[in-house]
T-cell receptor, first 112, second 113 residues
Framework: DAMVIQNPRYQVTQFGKPVTLSCSQTLNHNVMYWYQQKSSQAPKLLFHYYDKDFNNEADTPDNFQSRRPNTSFCFLDIRSPGLGDAAMYLC???????????FGPGTRLTVT | GQQLNQSPQSMFIQEGEDVSMNCTSS?????WLWYKQDPGEGPVLLIA?????ELTSNGRLTAQFGITRKDSFLNISASIPSDVGIYFCAGRTGGTSYGKLTFGQGTILTVHP
């Protein structure tokens, strides 16, 4: 089945130790998004790629970076995780900017 | 920026009951999406609405795009235990928007067998 895949599902990292989360999609969608979701809150958009065009949200910390080497894959890099970065990280895709978004299962990040 | 007010925040119902939740905004939206999120999982798209007044069903779920384009509701009929989860509405404005969704705060649904 076509889908959005996130690996790993659970990630533990140490305070200040860089970590990379990955997302892949078999939907061949043009747009890929990264969201941060903290407990009992709605997802918060960090950034998105429209093809290779990167768009950063104004309030996304510089600590967060992203790479999209090809249509299928997108990575979220957290350069120096702090305790406040512990959250669920969700990847989503859409065919175009006006279409519905499909989410992956998420990666739960713990920072020790 | 746009804000969505989703209500109720939580609901406790008996199995078999019908459920209704809604989202309202002071801004006009061109798209309304309804998602369900289970604990530890990503949101799953339930229904997408693209036209004012549109009424769309997906099994026991029915959602409508308000005629003013500032609101939407989701109904669940004959609830079952697996309906438990958090339901989010999300809206998108038109114009130069690149597809950014504004999310409601979520409705936590609990179904008692």
């Amino acid at each position: 089945d076509a889908m959005v895949i996130q690996n790993p599902r659970y990630q533990v990292t140490q305070f200040g130790k860089p970590v990379t989360l990955s997302c892949s999609q078999t939907l061949n969608h043009n747009v890929m998004y990264w969201y941060q979701q903290k407990s009992s809150q709605a997802p918060k958009l960090l950034f998105h790629y429209y093809d290779k065009d990167f768009n950063n949200e104004a309030d996304t910390p510089d600590n967060f970076q992203s790479r999209r080497p090809n249509t299928s894959f997108c990575f979220l890099d957290i350069r120096s995780p702090g305790l406040g970065d512990a959250a669920m990280y969700l990847c989503a895709t859409s065919r175009g900017k006006t279409y519905e978004q499909y989410f992956g299962p998420g990666t739960r990040l713990t920072v020790t | 920026g746009q804000q969505l007010n989703q209500s109720p925040q939580s609901m406790f119902i008996q199995e078999g009951e019908d459920v209704s939740m809604n989202c309202t905004s002071s801004s006009i939206f061109n798209t309304w999406l309804w998602y369900k999120q289970d604990p530890g999982e990503g949101p799953v798209l339930l229904i997408a609405l693209y036209k004012a007044g549109e009424l769309t069903s997906n099994g026991r779920l029915t959602a409508q795009f308000g005629i003013t384009r500032k609101d939407s509701f989701l109904n669940i009929s004959a609830s079952i235990p697996s309906d438990v989860g958090i339901y989010f509405c999300a809206g998108r404005t038109g114009g130069t928007s690149y597809g950014k969704l504004t999310f409601g705060q979520g409705t936590i649904l609990t179904v008692h067998p």
